[in-house]
């Protein structure tokens, strides 16, 4: 059984590394939209382009995934999400 649950465990976690890396391709593809477009960088701006990127990983789908570890997975990556953007947002308001 603990090798089930290995396997178990390491298609979670892989399901998990899967949609943060999707979703912070979507953050920085909005980032450079929105710069493209000539907006601002300021706190409301990275506020909804997180905000938008944390809704599209939660209306995203794992088909074929047993719902118990789709709702972990995906909650786990939500949260990994957000700490990523968050440390990239401070990462890039120091000055060099």
């Not at 809704?55 to 990523?84: M, Y």
């Amino acid at each position: 059984m603990a090798g089930r649950d290995l396997i178990t465990n390491l298609q979670i976690s892989l399901m998990q590394i899967s949609m943060v890396m999707l979703s912070l391709e979507d953050f920085s593809a909005q980032l450079i939209r929105h710069a493209l477009n000539g907006g601002a960088m300021d706190d409301e701006a990275l506020a909804g382009i997180k905000a938008s990127c944390v809704r599209n990983l939660k209306n995203s789908d794992a088909p074929g995934v047993p719902i118990e570890h789709e709702t972990e997975a995906f909650r786990k990556a939500v949260d990994t999400l957000k700490q990523l953007i968050d440390s990239a947002i401070i990462k890039g308001r120091q000055r060099v």
